[in-house]
């Protein structure tokens, strides 16, 4: 006696993964019907997540909704408008060798802007490189320009206001540049941001500041031109920062 054609996907349809079974779904409204019966899902969940079907009913609608869910993490969801702009912010920047303050500037958000300056000429290839690449970061030109004794303490400060609300935050707190990096004439320093008690679950995440500088062949101090904030831990575009930044203990 010949079977047929449900009785033969009432068979087979049971043996198949779950990303099978959903492609058979969207071949026609009979394979559909078949593959919708819920049975088939709590086979497979049962698989995966065997506590979750102990219970007479699925923990939620479906045990096909429970597996279409879960089965595969969302790696990339879409980012939503950040609240902020740059536009909104300023940074507040010092920086000091021993107890000399050399450098305190505010610096209107947009200025930090990837690609909103061209670096000088005579900069290492290496560094150019490192300037021009996709990775995310937010620099400026210093003006002016300055020489750091090498050998001596430099320490750095960055605080960011937020114009729509009057407040500030703590970006980087006197943190010393205690890694010079001389293959990419870089030298830098980094701190922990502190995030408002509306995130207690988000830590860990550091701000990084580098100090760029020249290479003239001069051993006993660094010409800096410039300066790189970036947040490479947990954001790599500008609206990603935005939300971190968003994320701050702000007073």
Not at 220 to 228: A, K, L, Q, R
Request: aromatic share 12%.
């Amino acid at each position: 006696m010949e079977m047929s054609s449900e009785e033969i996907l009432k068979v087979v349809f049971p043996l198949l993964e779950g990303r099978d079974l959903a492609t058979c779904m969207s071949v026609c409204k009979q394979w559909r019907e078949i593959a919708q019966d819920d049975y088939l899902w709590k086979c497979l969940c049962a698989n995966r997540w065997p506590s979750v079907c102990k219970q007479s009913s699925p923990p939620i609608l479906s045990y096909h909704k429970l597996f279409k869910s879960f089965y595969k993490r969302k790696r990339n969801r879409t980012l939503l408008p950040p609240k902020l702009s740059l536009k909104d912010l300023e940074f507040y920047i010092d920086i000091w060798t021993e107890e000399k303050l050399m450098f305190s500037e505010v610096v209107p958000g947009p200025v930090l802007q990837k690609g909103s300056w061209t670096p000088p000429n005579g900069i290492s290839d290496v560094l150019r490189l490192h300037l021009t690449s996709p990775d995310y970061k937010m620099t400026f030109p210093m003006q002016p320009r300055f020489n750091i004794p090498l050998g001596q303490t430099v320490s750095v400060s960055v605080f960011v206001g937020r114009r729509d609300t009057q407040k500030v935050a703590c970006i980087i707190n006197k943190s010393i540049c205690d890694y010079i990096d001389r293959s990419t004439f870089r030298a830098l320093a980094f701190d922990y941001l502190d995030f408002s008690p509306a995130h207690p679950f988000v830590s860990g995440i550091r701000a990084w500041i580098s100090l760029l500088f020249m290479d003239h062949g001069n051993e006993s101090d660094i010409d800096v031109f410039g300066i790189e904030l970036d947040f490479c831990d947990a954001a790599n575009s500008e609206d990603q920062v935005l939300w971190l930044l968003d994320m701050l203990d702000w007073k």
